[in-house]
């Protein structure tokens, strides 16, 4: 599989701040709400979210999360999302393959495969 390249998703940022509008569109904002609803425990002790982009849904995870690990290949996307995030999240420039032994470190594994979410209860 092959996938477009970091220096793309730089540029589209540069562009745009919020290409997909994630800050402005009702239909963005219905899906991170159905997002959230889907998450059957009230909070986590480690959240791991691939695609963060500039951090609009990592805000909300954020909140029922001890600590969240927000991905994304875009530097320029992730220096948008730091404005507005809490001192627990960590951001992270990279791929998901790139932040699978954090993802799959002993501790999470099995409820990794239990919610596919990348979400552990507390
Ligand atoms: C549509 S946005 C995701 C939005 C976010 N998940 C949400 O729903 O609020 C897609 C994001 O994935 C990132 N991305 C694309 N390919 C990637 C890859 N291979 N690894 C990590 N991030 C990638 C892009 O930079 C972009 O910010």
Not at 83 to 89: D, E, N
Request: charged share 20%.
């Amino acid at each position: 599989m092959t996938s477009l390249p970091r220096a793309y998703f730089d540029d589209v940022y540069r562009e745009n701040p919020d290409p997909w509008g994630f800050r402005t569109r009702s239909y963005e904002a219905r899906k991170r709400e159905l997002t959230m609803a889907m998450l059957p425990d009230p909070a986590y002790r480690s959240v791991f979210e691939p695609g963060c982009s500039i951090g609009v849904l990592s805000a909300m995870l954020a909140k029922r999360s001890e600590r969240l690990l927000a991905m994304d290949i875009s530097a320029q996307a992730l220096k948008i999302a730091a404005a507005g995030l809490p001192s627990h999240v960590e951001l992270r420039q990279g791929t998901p393959m790139s932040s699978l032994s954090w993802c799959c470190s002993p501790r999470s594994a099995t409820t990794w495969q239990r919610t596919t979410a990348g979400a552990w209860p507390s």
